[in-house]
């Protein structure tokens, strides 16, 4: 975990350099240099790299094939279709940006000859590259992890619309309120004063360039909308628009700098702005690691006592690691189930909701103190002799843990009787 780590670190710095290499399409060294601390000093793109996952790649190569896509050269124009290859190999909603590339790249060649053969050559190296990883993947799970999946998000939302009454338009309300909540988070502390200006910009004067941004984000955001709108609330799937965001600040930034000559003390005192709100951000937001060792506990106890429980995010996502460690080594994670989580959301009354899940396996209750959880089961959380019916597994009190934790077994004969 710490290699991991480390990797993901230093590929999110790299990453600084294309950011650089867009900045400067638009504006000159101080002014792209100035994107480029934008970029490395933004708080969650910084809690995103600690975490040791793929998202730091994935965005680096977006925001590389991005950067040579708008390459006075060529030759690497042509390079830019193989990072997009990359990154759909990365994550596969990255598949989405070649639709990017073939925009941009007519857009800027569609008056040259033989454009068609040029966009032949420019495909052939994006399959090529994906071809290799994808031919494994076939022969060892039987489907690309590519493709596979982005039809099946598509027909998933198709079931909806067709199969549930009001299911589009629920759909497309969940989404898109998740959406702005999570769009308005990522944009905390700076993005939220600095970007708006860069939009009205691009808005008003509707350079190719500049419209590529838009674009991308545009398409980019397409795979975020799908996740929200079916209840994955994750603000990481949006982070691949900070590099974008850094550009689209620049613009407000470099209007505040031409209207002073002292460009050196402007540029000292946005630099410390910048360094002080996502300072103040971090450690506002930083992460509990106490309680995330009491968390996993945790759900080491809830992996042996019970096989569906009841929602208890964000601690439950600690359930599929401690499933696979409770098993023998070795073993896949592919192998391992984790107890399986069902939703309190609707109801107000605990038999209620132990009746509705009975059918669905429900076995025992997980009840802490967090205060987002629902009346009925803070209820159980301070009065449990008023449920004969729910028998105490598990307190974590025992064990003297900051998060305070009962786990309780239904005991369905005396719950028919009550």
Not at 45 to 56: A, E, F, K, R
Not at 354 to 371: A, F, P, R, Y
Not at 393 to 417: L, M, N, P, R
């Amino acid at each position: 975990m710490t290699l991991q780590r480390l990797i993901s670190v230093s590929v999110s710095v790299s990453t600084i350099i294309p950011v650089y290499l867009i900045c400067r399409k638009f504006f000159n060294k101080q002014i792209a240099l100035l994107g480029a601390a934008v970029f490395v000093l933004e708080p969650h793109t910084v809690q995103n790299s600690l975490i040791g996952i793929s998202d730091p790649l994935y965005i680096f190569l977006i925001a590389l094939s991005f950067a040579f896509l708008h390459s006075n050269n060529q030759k690497i124009v042509y390079l830019s279709f193989a990072m997009g290859a990359l990154a759909s190999l990365t994550r596969y909603e990255g598949l989405l940006f070649f639709g990017v590339l073939t925009v941009v790249f007519f857009t800027r060649y569609r008056k040259e000859r033989r454009v068609l053969a040029k966009y032949a050559i420019a495909c052939s190296i994006f399959i090529v590259v994906l071809l290799p990883s994808l031919y494994l993947r076939i022969q060892s799970t039987g489907d690309d992890g590519l493709t596979s999946h982005v039809v099946s998000g598509v027909l998933v939302a198709n079931s909806i619309a067709i199969n549930e009454e009001n299911g589009l338009s629920q759909f497309i309300i969940s989404g898109s309120e998740s959406f702005i909540k999570y769009l308005g988070w990522i944009m905390i502390p700076y993005f939220v004063v600095l970007v708006p200006y860069g939009v009205f910009l691009i808005v008003k004067h509707r350079h190719h360039r500049k419209m590529s941004l838009f674009l991308s984000m545009i398409v980019l955001s397409l795979p975020a909308f799908y996740a929200y709108a079916r209840q994955i609330q994750e603000p990481r799937y949006l982070l691949v628009l900070i590099p974008f965001f850094s550009v689209l600040s620049l613009f407000l930034l470099e209007k505040i700098w031409k209207r002073d000559r002292s460009y050196k003390v402007i540029l000292i005192v946005i630099l410390a702005g910048i360094l002080i709100s996502s300072t103040i951000f971090l450690e506002l937001k930083k992460i509990d690691i106490e309680h995330e060792k009491e968390a996993y506990a945790v759900a080491q106890e809830v992996v042996k006592s019970a096989n569906v429980v009841n929602s208890y995010y964000p601690e439950s996502k600690f359930l599929k690691a401690a499933s696979i460690t409770n098993k023998e080594f070795p073993s896949l994670s592919s192998s391992v189930v984790p107890p399986l989580t069902v939703s309190t959301d609707g109801f107000s009354y605990l038999e209620e909701f132990i009746e509705s899940n009975k059918k669905s396996g429900l076995t025992g209750l997980i009840i802490d103190n967090n205060e987002q959880r629902p009346d009925f089961l803070k209820d159980v959380y301070l009065h449990e002799e008023k449920y004969p019916y729910l028998i105490k597994t598990y307190d974590s009190a025992h064990y003297g843990y900051g998060y305070h934790v009962k786990i309780f077994k239904i005991d369905y004969e005396q719950f028919s009787y009550k």
